[in-house]
């Protein structure tokens, strides 16, 4: 379980054959869970200065690996015991968006996004949602999707 919310930016060192090499200051241990940009996937390596994850096939069909480079955002997996912030998360792809706007406030933006028709009935308003791994409240729902402040 994660809970949403970015705890450090790691830097992509290489992409290749399934398996995405990080460089980072989070230290975890072989086999640990750990979210990259939301998606939960499992350390398979270990370096002095990061580690590895490997992508399975499903993975690969639902996260837009083409922003697996220059830096990404990592979350390790929740420890039972401790205090929950954000919301509480699977780090399981279940949809996929596409923004559709992007407004601009005195002090805020709001983000439109248009979601496949299966995951209206899942959307509340007031509720969370996570957009590539961060945890964020809807403040809208609307009839193709959601927004976002």
């Given at each position: 379980m994660?809970?949403?919310?970015i705890r ?5 060192i290489?992409?290749?054959?399934n398996?995405?090499?990080?460089k980072?200051?989070?230290?975890p241990n ?15 390596k270990?370096y002095?200065?990061g ?9 690969r069909a639902?996260v ?8 990404v ?10 205090r ?9 792809i279940d949809?996929?968006?596409?923004i559709?706007a992007i ?14 028709k299966e ?23 609307l ?7």
């Amino acid at each position: 379980m994660f809970n949403g919310l970015i705890r450090e930016l790691a830097e992509v060192i290489s992409y290749s054959q399934n398996v995405l090499r990080l460089k980072a200051k989070f230290r975890p241990n072989l086999g640990d869970s750990i979210a990259v940009n939301g998606a939960c996937l499992s350390v398979t390596k270990l370096y002095e200065d990061g580690f590895s994850v490997e992508l399975s096939a499903e993975s690969r069909a639902n996260v837009a690996v083409e922003n697996l480079t220059g830096l990404v955002h990592i979350e390790p997996a929740m420890k039972l015991g401790e205090r929950v912030d954000g919301h509480l998360m699977q780090g399981h792809i279940d949809f996929i968006g596409v923004i559709s706007a992007i407004k601009k406030h005195e002090n805020g933006v709001d983000f439109y996004i248009d979601l496949p028709k299966e995951a209206m009935a899942l959307m509340a308003n007031k509720g969370s949602v996570g957009v590539e791994g961060v945890s964020l409240t809807i403040n809208e729902i609307l009839p193709k999707g959601i927004r976002l402040t």
